[in-house]
Nanobody, 127 residues
């Protein structure tokens, strides 16, 4: 069973930064695509960013382009989400997810495409 542990959420003022980490307990983490999603109260879970297991491409939701950066360190079994210039509308519970197998260049964007999920970490941006 693959387990994901998210770290790094918290309270920050608008314009500030946070770095989320997600440690994945998978023996072959390098062959997992990884993504971040978020869910605000009363809203559906939405895609934020993802990268294929090849690690050579990234995808972002339009509202976070230029502010958020996804990255991974396969040696540490960890995927990161660096969030800069945070806005109050970024407030949500953030989830990391991974998908095993598939083609090395594929970037899954829908929640149903992912196999394993973290427990979520709260990010609150005050105005």
């Amino acid at each position: 069973q693959v387990q994901l542990t998210e770290l790094g959420g918290g309270l920050v003022q608008a314009g500030g930064s946070l770095r989320l980490s997600c440690v994945v307990s998978a023996r072959t983490f390098s062959h997992y695509a990884a993504g971040w999603f978020r869910q605000a109260p009363g809203k559906e879970r939405e895609f934020v960013s993802a990268m294929p297991w090849s690690g050579d491409n990234t995808l972002y939701e339009d509202s976070v382009k230029g502010r958020f950066t996804i990255s991974r360190d396969n040696a540490k079994n960890t995927v990161y989400l660096q969030m800069n210039s945070l806005k109050p509308e970024d407030t949500a519970v953030y989830y990391c997810a991974v998908r095993g197998g598939g083609t090395f260049y594929y970037i899954p964007q829908r929640p149903g495409e992912y196999d394993y999920w973290g427990q979520g970490t709260q990010v609150t941006v005050s105005s």
